[in-house]
């Protein structure tokens, strides 16, 4: 791989041991993936903020890397951290303690992009987070691969990406037609569907005929699930999403989804309501408009809910809700907004027996954490709800 | 008898070989305490890779994986060079960080536990005993 100068003297150690293990990383990962040289990035996106997931080993790497005086060069902002009890809240707070001295912004969300870290077209990121990078990929039309928590955070120390992968325009390519012949309307058919090319499809470049998606939250939503049920970074929506007529380059295999493969998956997730004991709303992390559908969703109910509601957002949507009043409204009905956390990275076991959602992502991973799981939309969630 | 590789982290180092045939987990597969292997799925489960050379095909599971690589050398219990037969982030990132040894493109399947082998991975070789040696 080509090295600049620079670069050359950053790997040589002359600009520290941070750079140059930073440094390290980059070019055998670019050596791996056979990059011929770094690019600059314009923003970071770093997973591995759960004490529960990143745990002593982890912590152990951080503080000797912001000891040594590791420091991020271009904006970076973090993924959602974890809650437990009082020994795991100090611990995660030394975890936040550690990215902060690195110069990283204590924005703690897996949607970066409804607040201060939105890139736009065609920008080179280094994001960690696999619904933020199918976000950003497909819906943004910016460039990342799918980073780990280290190599994210080596981009953002050194400021550059190794140029392989996603980042190149041949790779971005769809490799598979998916034409919907279903009715694909609501946020849990959305879920569905990509759940199930997730766990159809791997890791190819969907390029989806017939949808018609009435907001971006349920791309958010179908994107989330794919890159959880499989590793989809990048799919395509024709007329939707903005590299859609650049994406097909030769003839390609066409796969089609019928009603039945989305109603499979609601099937799977129909514990009975005795069995739940909380509502969970915005994994992804809830945008503004969710939060208002929630709010609305509720008044109409007109009574409190008898179990925890929780919808996790970023402290900028939250931030907005307060403003604005839903807020209030949804605590009035049992409901609380809870910022910058993730209950699938948090060791919530014995604390719940088990949880509606309207998310095909969390409804994958509560339901392999061993929880009792129902997944319904919003509107049959707080209709229903004891 | 010498295997071409390829240098992903440079060093030298000599030693017993542990070879498993599958794809290892480090996160939830290795203790970062004691360097045991724990992975349900792994041949070699129940044996220590600390101060050997671990040799396996590639890497799996998540990234925090590369933590626990770290982990083990901070314990005293990493092994003292890594083999595989292809790279991937996980388990780089964790050698890189650790500072362990590590060479890719290696046909692991012609690797046996037990084997004493040179590890010079700033060429990428890897020196093996002759068969009946």
Known sequence: MYLTKEEELILAGEYGYALQKAMEILVALGEIYGAERLIPIKSAQIAGVSYKNIGDAGMEFLRDFADAGAKVSVYTTLNPAGMGDDEFMEKQREVLELYRRMGIEITSTCTPYYGANLPKFGDHIAWSESSAVSFANSILGARTNREGGPSSLAAAIVGRTPNYGLHLDENRKATVIVNVDAEVETFVDYAALGYHLGRTLGNDVPYLRGLKPERTELLKEMGAAMAASGSIALYHVEGETPEYRTAIAEELETITVEDSDIRAMREEFRDDWTDIDMILIGCPHASLGEVKEIAELLRMRGRPLRIPLFITASGAVKALADALGYTEIIERYNGRIIADVCFVVSPIKGWYRGIATNSGKSAFYFRSFGFSVRLDDAEDLIREAP | ?133
């Open chain 2, 1 to 133: 008898m010498k295997l071409k590789g390829r240098k992903i982290v440079g060093g030298k180092a000599e030693g017993e070989l542990i070879v498993s045939r599958k794809a290892l987990s480090f996160l939830g597969g290795v203790d970062p305490e004691t360097g045991i292997v724990t992975d349900a799925e792994s041949d070699i489960r129940g044996q220590s890779i600390a101060g050997k050379i671990l040799a396996f095909p590639r890497g799996k599971g998540s990234t925090v994986g590369s933590y626990v690589i770290y982990a083990l050398k901070k314990n005293g219990k990493a092994p003292k060079a890594i083999i595989v037969g292809e790279a991937e982030t996980i388990v780089a990132t964790g050698a890189i960080i650790a500072g362990i040894p590590m060479v890719d493109g290696i046909d692991v399947s012609r690797l046996r536990s037990g084997e004493r082998v040179k590890v010079d991975a700033d060429s990428g070789e890897v020196e093996v005993p002759e068969p009946g040696e």
